[in-house]
């Protein structure tokens, strides 16, 4: 029995040994372990930051080819892009987003005005009403900053005011002025203009003249970095930056919970947008969905507000946006011209019905159901019957955005006008060249 007991001890001795010099070589060899984990992660982080970089887009497009002259290439801008580098790439805070973003996020203030029929029962009047919305800096040119926003958000704007972060939005006054025009009394907003639309894709350009902005508000402000809305995935945490019931920028967050989704909202119809329950409300439209490395991948567009309905909102993928918006900062920004000097087309147009457009595969547009003979359109060799589609590159879905837009323009000048004519029961794309009156 004694000899069983000392081939146990020995037996156990021995594996106590073995187990004592495996935990020996364990820790000589863990720092080796270490030095290889942190110089993978070294080489997995410099490689991800190279591909990273190579994704970064920029509305100047740094180090690529410029189409658009107007916009400045990097070394020529007054406003820096906003810098990322100080971050971790692997996600930021919701707090460093917030930081970070703010200063290309603006508040946009606009009147518009209302006619309301006369309690006399004959005639209309005028009455000026505002509204609330954001914006996002995405660029500049030797002159102006450039801002985009919605259409819906400028839409029918006689006056528009831009607030800039730092600026608190102080409590408004509207003024008419000697010219019967009504302005927004702010001592911190600036005079903005709309340099561009497109109501299809509910997409705006406004742009602020430099000069007219304080020097100190110049250093604070940022153009907007943008990133891949392609590469968003459903789950993925999103900020959502923007003029919340026009008291301000305030700073939401929630998460992408669904993509390409087309959604009919105030009777018209976007596609392919971003569905977050990040919340968004009346005064964010216009203003900025970022990711967490503080990116712009979305333009907040509309929240779905119903009884049954919590926590639906929608934004305008960036990867959408930013050809359209290109195309709007390159254009020429235009003030309304004085009722005697406008241009008028001498047409009486209609609209066309979401029924009409289905039915007999139509284009939206504006339906031209009369001429005035001799005017400037019969003069142009636009016909009865012809679907007007755009003005001088602008697309016009209605005839308020047709009367509305030929407000700034001189009689005399010659425009582009693009229109559908029916032949052989087929709508065929027309180009012709139309000189206002």
Known sequence: MNDEMNRETSSYNA???????????IKDALPGVILLAVLAGAAASVSFRLVNKGMDVVFDRDGQETVKEQVLDAEERTVPAVSLSAYDNTGLSVAEVAQNAMPSVVAITSISIQEIPSFFGFGYERYPSTGSGSGIIVGE???????????????????????????????TSIKENFYGEYVIQSENAVSAKIKGTDSEQDLAVVAVIKTDIPQETMDKIRIAELGDSEELQVGEQVVAIGNALGYGQSVTSGWVSALNRSVTLNNSEGKGLIQTDAAINPGNSGGALLNMRGELIGINSAKYAANAVEGMGYAIPISLAKPILDELMSRKTRDKVVDG?????????????????????????????????????????????????????QKVSDKNELYDLIQYYESGEEVEVIVYRLQNREYVEESMIVTFG
């Open 15 to 25: 594996n106590r040994q073995r187990s004592r010099k495996s935990s020996r070589e």
């Open 141 to 171: 040119n030797e002159t102006e900053l450039l801002i985009a926003t919605n259409n819906h958000v400028v839409e029918g704007a006689t006056t528009l005011t831009v607030c800039f972060v730092g600026d608190e939005i102080e409590e």
């Open 341 to 393: 000097n406008a241009g008028y087309l001498g047409i009486r147009a209609a609209n066309l019905n979401q029924e009409a457009v289905e039915m007999y595969n139509m284009p939206l547009g504006v339906y031209i159901v009369e001429k005035e003979p001799g005017g400037p359109a019969d003069n142009s060799g636009l016909q009865e019957g012809d679907i007007i589609v755009k003005v001088d590159g």
